[in-house]
């Protein structure tokens, strides 16, 4: 609201809106056990609400436990550069089956809305997207983490879409796209309005790969959850487990040596290189470029081969745990930390190797290809004013201008110089060519870490595992990571020695929105192509 100044005295004061901060606002509720959450009443949830209008508060998620709503901020502002993440969550109890939703203000909240919605029967009042986002009526109860689940009616024959663009229902068509088509869509189905030969119109149904991950790590031990936290993305194992690990560690007040902080790095720039190569070689061959995909395709094997010979392991699964790294060779027997550090040093030399020659070739080939070049220019455009909405990160965010990058902020990385790749033209083609520099960063990163992984003195030498005692009273903890795709977040709550309850942020659902903007407007001959540059994972967004 504009105030008018006042004149006192001749000097011209400006009286400022006496509108709070979102820090302020929240700060301002009751205080909890944990520093940095509040909980607020119904009127200060609809102030906070009121105030992210024009606030640069950063919504992280938003998630429920039956009883309460929490709404997770970052109060550092952006993600990335010298402020990092400072943790700031808004609590509402509950009474009754409603509060009031963000995503009419803030996009971002939608694909968190319709979770809420569809797992717990809370619905989101004001809401931007009601669509259901897990439940596709095959569940024997709706709304199954309720207190009093009420019984599902049955599936339904057909699923529900919109009402089709007008033009598309006049003179276009309407094409359903899933596994049952033949195509690589994985468990997700899309309804296209398609006119005058270009895509109108996009409706993406999932839910079909739900396996209930935020349930299933609630009430286990700390190794259970661990494991599980590896199983959200598969494109994203080190980064989901690194997050989880590091938010039980500062909730019990564990810090981890730095060599640790190193390992986990290094291992996240190999899963990053692993993880930009699957989507390259998926959108070209997508885009018809069959050759270029195997390249990609065999890249990526030998960066897996490349790995089991080094340090045991094709896949990088269950390497980061709470309390440091764990790498074994065949089985789990623990390895002696000089033979680790051997085969780090290895694992480094010959990720190097690759980066020098088969990268090289394969970049070149990209570039001399025009269906993967030229033929992208211009599909699947997300604007700057739509990044920067939705706070998108990854390849996606910084195809359309976005510099944030985590890694500037986090201890494991401030031996390592980062220069974080950005492109301004937002489409398919920018984003591909964002992963290859990305690919390019990572391999440099790789060869600077491989110089920190030397033995040190035997007597200060430290264990690159501490079990982690989970203590009896209640205490929460929460880290952040940067992902293949952008920002991971994990909140972990601990209690009576075990796993109470865990709340993930994965842009997996946010992405999944963009890509449904993006993906109108695009020749329907290049849609899966444009889909693929994304690199979504239905899994993770079903989680």
């Known amino acids: ?18 509108r709070p901060s979102v820090r302020a606002l929240v700060r301002n509720g009751q205080k909890t056990e944990t520093a940095w ?20 508060a950063v919504l992280l998620g938003l998630w429920c436990d039956g009883k309460a709503v929490h709404a997770f901020f970052n109060e550092g502002g952006v993600p990335g550069g010298e402020v990092g993440l400072r943790p700031l969550m808004a609590s509402l109890a509950l009474e009754g089956p409603r509060y009031r939703g963000f995503s009419a203000i803030r996009r971002r909240a939608a694909p968190f809305e319709r979770m809420i919605r569809d797992l717990w029967g809370i619905e989101a009042m004001d809401a931007a997207d009601t669509r259901p986002l897990v439940d596709r009526g095959a569940w024997t109860v709706t709304a199954p983490l309720a207190e009093r689940p009420v019984p599902a009616s049955g599936m339904t024959d057909m699923p529900e879409f919109s009402t089709p663009d007008p033009l598309v229902a006049a003179q276009g068509m309407v094409f359903s796209r899933g596994p049952a088509s033949g195509g690589v869509e994985g468990p997700v189905h899309f309804r296209l309005g398609v006119a005058n030969g270009q895509v109108r119109s996009v409706e993406t149904l999932t839910g ?28 994203a194992t080190l980064a989901h487990q690194w997050a989880f690990s590091a938010a ?24 990053r290189i692993y993880t930009h190569l699957t989507c390259l070689a ?74 020098t020659g088969d990268f090289l070739d394969i970049q070149a080939l990209w570039q001399a290809t025009g269906v993967v070049t030229s033929g ?29 990058d985590l890694r500037q902020s986090i201890e494991a990385y401030s031996s390592v110089r980062i220069r974080t790749p950005v492109a301004i033209a937002g489409d398919a083609a920018a984003r591909c060519r964002i992963r290859f520099e990305d690919i390019a960063e990572s391999l440099r990163m790789i060869a600077a870490f491989s110089a920190m992984f030397t033995a040190e003195d035997e007597a200060e030498r430290a264990s690159f595992f501490t079990p982690v005692q989970v203590p009896q009273e209640r205490c929460e903890g929460y880290a952040a990571v940067e992902g293949p795709d952008g920002l991971i977040c994990h909140v972990v709550i601990l209690q009576a020695g075990q796993v109470e309850r865990t709340f993930i942020a994965e842009p997996a659902g946010v992405l999944q929105s963009v890509q449904e903007t993006a993906l109108q407007g695009c020749s329907p001959s290049k849609f899966d192509a444009v889909r693929c540059s994304f690199g979504v994972s239905v899994a993770a967004v079903d989680l």
Do not use: N
Not at 2 to 17: H, Y
Not at 208 to 235: K, N
Not at 295 to 317: M, N, P, T, W
């Open 282 to 355: 998926r959108t070209a061959d997508a885009a018809g470029a069959e050759m270029l995909a195997a390249r990609l395709y065999k890249a990526r094997d030998i960066l897996s081969r490349v790995c089991q010979a080094a340090i045991g392991r094709r896949l990088l699964l269950d390497c980061v745990v709470p309390g440091g790294v764990t790498l074994a060779i065949s089985g789990h027997e623990q390895l002696h930390e000089d033979v680790v550090l051997e085969g780090l040093r290895t694992l480094c030399e010959e990720i190097a190797v690759f980066g």
């Open 376 to 404: 992208l220019v211009g599909e699947g455009q997300v604007p700057r004013s739509l990044a920067d909405a939705l706070m998108l990160g990854g390849a996606v965010g910084r195809s359309c201008g976005r510099g944030a």
């Open 208 to 235: 079909f790969a739900h396996r209930g991950m935020e349930a299933r790590m609630a009430g286990v031990s700390l190794a259970d959850a661990a494991g599980l936290s590896g199983r959200i993305h598969v494109g």
């Open 1 to 18: 609201m504009s105030i008018p100044p006042i004149l006192f005295g001749g000097a011209l004061v400006t009286q400022e809106s006496s």
């Open 37 to 56: 959450r509040f909980e607020l009443t119904e009127d200060a949830w609809f102030d906070l609400v009121e105030c992210l209008r024009d606030d640069p």
């Open 248 to 271: 039980v560690e500062q909730a019990v007040g564990m810090t981890v040596v730095p060599m640790i902080g190193h390992i986990r790095a290094m291992l996240c720039e190999i899963e």
